[in-house]
T-cell receptor, first 114, second 119 residues
Framework: SQKIEQNSEALNIQEGKTATLTCNYT??????LQWYRQDPGRGPVFLLL?????KEKRKERLKVTFDTTLKQSLFHITASQPADSATYLC?????????????FGIGTKLQVIP | GAVVSQHPSWVICKSGTSVKIECRSL??????MFWYRQFPKQSLMLMAT?????????EQGVEKDKFLINHASLTLSTLTVTSAHPEDSSFYIC???????????????FGSGTRLTVV
């Protein structure tokens, strides 16, 4: 069955360092992969999308890589700030049964320590 | 950018009663909306895909008679939890995509979620 793995343990890093989060998946061939940020008690907020034919994408302090051979995406936040503390969700998108479907990982909680 | 409004943000109800949750796209038309459920420390689980003017498509294991979905207009989808029980207590979130905007830049827009507690 399809599986998305994110390190569900919290990731603690020092302010100013680069945070790297991992998303691995199995039994899936996504057309694209997305990263979302979720704060406690709130809905996810879209950050970045990378397509299956793209290797890397950047947006301000964020960088996403996508390796369809390894079935892995890495999400980097450079010069991390305490305001970056949140849970980050990996989501795979594609077509299932004729319609678009997005499947989420459990998320990784990031804590940036001042 | 696209905005999805979800109400109520939290609700407490007695076991056996029904609760309705609304999801509105404020500045775009959404022919399709998605309903998710999230238990503590678990991932968002897609419950159903709501299609304007037609029946919703439910994911395997989701009881369609218990979770009634109505998508009567291009900007409104509702989820009604019927005969709620304590095990239905969860965080319910809707999402939609503005097809007028590139998915690469905007992804899916989520509502702020509804915390349902059944006592």
């Amino acid at each position: 069955s399809q599986k998305i793995e994110q390190n569900s343990e919290a990731l603690n890093i020092q302010e100013g360092k680069t945070a790297t989060l991992t998303c691995n998946y199995t039994n899936y061939s996504p057309a694209y992969l997305q990263w979302y940020r979720q704060d406690p008690g709130r809905g996810p907020v879209f950050l970045l999308l990378i397509r299956e034919n793209e290797k890397e994408k950047r947006k301000e302090r964020l960088k996403v890589t996508f390796d369809t051979t390894l079935k892995q995406s890495l999400f980097h936040i450079t010069a991390s700030q305490p305001a970056d503390s949140a849970t980050y969700l990996c989501a795979l998108g594609g077509y299932s049964g004729g319609y678009q479907k997005v499947t989420f990982g459990i998320g990784t909680k990031l804590q940036v320590i001042p | 950018g696209a905005v999805v409004s979800q109400h109520p943000s939290w609700v407490i109800c007695k076991s056996g009663t029904s609760v309705k949750i609304e999801c509105r796209s404020l500045d775009f038309q959404a022919t399709t909306m998605f309903w998710y459920r999230q238990f503590p420390k678990q991932s968002l689980m897609l419950m159903a895909t709501s299609n304007e003017g037609s029946k919703a498509t439910y994911e395997q294991g989701v009881e369609k008679d218990k979770f009634l979905i109505n998508h009567a207009s291009l900007t409104l989808s509702t989820l009604t939890v019927t005969s709620a029980h304590p095990e239905d207590s969860s965080f319910y979130i809707c999402s939609a995509r503005d097809r007028g905007q590139a998915i690469s830049n905007y992804g899916y827009t989520f509502g702020s979620g509804t915390r349902l507690t059944v006592v």
